[in-house]
């Protein structure tokens, strides 16, 4: 018997490949070599693995330009505009992620060498949601990311609450994955295939007399899908989570995990699914008004720090979802350019958290942020700058990209829906602006100053810089992710 192998375009699937690569560089160096690989080593390669991707990706998106999107290995793996600039996110997040663990390492005096060959293989499983033309493959990426999730939550070994968050985790997210296999299964069932571009030309051809099938898997894939974005009433493990994580794996979870999701959920229902749009948006219009609406609300009466990050995410996830439930370019455009400028912005925020935090990642109260602004004014600015981006402030990209998923609602009229979510907006303004007053209160608490390590100070540097250039001028990204939709493959 013969085996067909089938073709495979490897500039396609480089990242994925630069990504393990690394990751087993440094497995084989911890177990190979003698003396202990030291944390500045593993966050060397970290790094230049991220920046690898990120010269892939230019290459990429030259051949898209020149000849098109492709797809590769049995059409399982697509290379379009849209992976690209998935992919290319993900990398910056891993990178900014990268180099605030390694200070918070050094500060806690632990190796941080399984932290870096974790986030690696985490990150390439989150690259392969991205590529996934496949709800096969789009299980593997999910798996491969959330292996390596369930073991980063619990990586402080000294902190019960680590351990008990990543039970939490493995638990529920065990849960969400079982039900989105299940679901695949179920659109196998219906469609004769996996695959997407397959279940949306067999779709597009034919009328199903009793699509009851077609309609049960969808809705737990979405289900699966809702788990890992954080989608009300999804997602009770998140606030958790995210306040029992060493917070620099919190700050990954909340860029890299939410741009693999993001791309997969567009890929599902916009890509296979966009037949059954009438079916699956009255659905996601209910999950939008209960993410947007509870997220912002519960955030109110929050005191601990990451908690109230952890709903403020609940928050931004039902904004990007509006993008989605649009289902036009310009939805899925504005999809795009709100996780293009959100992943940085919540690193950034979760390095000076981690800052905060201090010895031990224990210090999370608000009130430990009083008048911070007052004794260290570039630090105290560059948290108030993040959290106005974070709320929408004009001049700030989390304006525009507020402003891009509300337009591209109402295009596909849905006022009252941007309307709703609007006004969560303005609930989620109380407390994004008492926090901010916090940092300038004349009231400041006694407390020691915070020294800032070169690399997370670059990290928050950087993460300022892209909320203010491209709030004043977001042209550029705008443009490339209007772009890298055109370039989409249905």
Known sequence: MTIQIPQIHYLAILPVLVLFGAALVLLFATSLVRDKVSNIAATTVTVAASLAVLVVTYFQWRSIDKS????????????????????????????MASLVSHDWATRERISSVEYQILALCATAGAVLMTQANDLVVIFLGLEILSIGLYVLVAFDRQRAASQEAALKYFLLGSFASAIFIYGAALVYGATGSTNISSISYFLGANTLLHPGLLYAGGALLLVGFAFKVAAVPFHLWSPDVYEGAPTPVTGFMASVV???????????????????????????????????????????????????????????????????????????????????????TVVATFAIVTLVGGLGDENHSIEGYRGLARRQPWLGASLAVLLLSQLG???????????????????????????????????????????????????????????????????????VAMTLVFGVWPGPLATLAQHATVLFTP
């Open 393 to 463: 402030a004009p001049l700030t990209t989390g304006f525009y990209a507020k402003y891009a998923v509300l337009a591209s609602a109402l295009d596909a009229g849905g006022g009252v829906l941007a309307l709703i979510a609007l006004l969560s907006a303005a609930i989620a303004a109380f407390f994004y602006l008492r926090w901010t007053m916090a940092l300038y209160d004349e009231d400041s608490v006694e407390a020691t100053r915070i020294v800032v390590p070169r690399a997370t100070g670059l990290v928050i540097g950087l993460g």
């Open 258 to 344: 939410k741009v693999g999701a993001f791309a997969a959920l567009v890929r599902v229902l916009i890509s296979a699914l966009g037949t059954q749009m009438d079916t699956w948006r009255p659905i996601l219009w209910v999950l939008i008004v209960l993410t947007t609406v509870v997220g912002a609300s519960l955030a109110l009466v929050q005191r601990n720090a990451k908690r109230m990050l952890a709903y403020s995410s609940i928050n931004h996830a039902g904004f990007i979802l509006v993008g989605v439930w649009a289902g036009t370019v310009r939805g899925i455009a504005g999809t795009l350019f709100y996780i293009m400028t959100y992943a940085p």
């Open 68 to 95: 098109g999107p492709t797809t590769t290995i049995a059409h399982a793996i697509t290379l379009d505009g849209f992976s690209v600039i998935a992919t290319a996110v993900i990398a910056v997040s891993l990178l």
